[in-house]
């Protein structure tokens, strides 16, 4: 089994930005979490602030991999280009987002992505993208 996760914009910051939003850990600390308890899944984390890297490193695994779990940022309300990258390619991918999208400002409800994504999570933490990894696994 193989999985990636993709983080987009300002999620390189977790743990620093907005601790009663996101938490106090950081994304390394917690996908050595994650790695630690699924030791025979190959997952590879990623993480841009840049639209079009996240676009490549999607292309890039999305016809080899088994799941890809995107939490693409602010890009989840106005990328066009990633959600066409995620249409384009084999791999399925779960939406993840650690706060409640739905519970805060009116342009958060809105996702592009979602339309071609197997399933969104949303509002549990970090526990999320254990939630989407654990999907991927029981296929």
Partial sequence: ???????????NLLG??????YGNTS???????????????DMVYKQS????TLVDIIHEYGFDYDGIVLNAGAYTHTSVAIADAIAGVE??????????????EAFRH??????????????????????????FLEQ
């Fill in 91 to 104: 791999t399925p991918v779960i939406e993840v987002h650690i706060s409640n999208v739905h519970a805060r």
């Fill in 1 to 11: 089994m193989k999985l990636l996760i993709l983080n987009g914009p300002n999620l």
């Fill in 49 to 52: 602030n840049h639209e079009g």
């Fill in 110 to 135: 809105t996702s592009y992505m979602a339309k071609n994504c197997v399933g969104t999570i949303a509002g549990l933490g970090l526990k999320g993208y254990e939630l989407a990894a654990q999907f």
């Fill in 16 to 21: 620093k930005r907005e601790p009663t939003i």
């Fill in 27 to 41: 994304f390394e600390e917690y996908f050595d979490q994650l790695t630690s308890k699924y030791p025979d899944v």
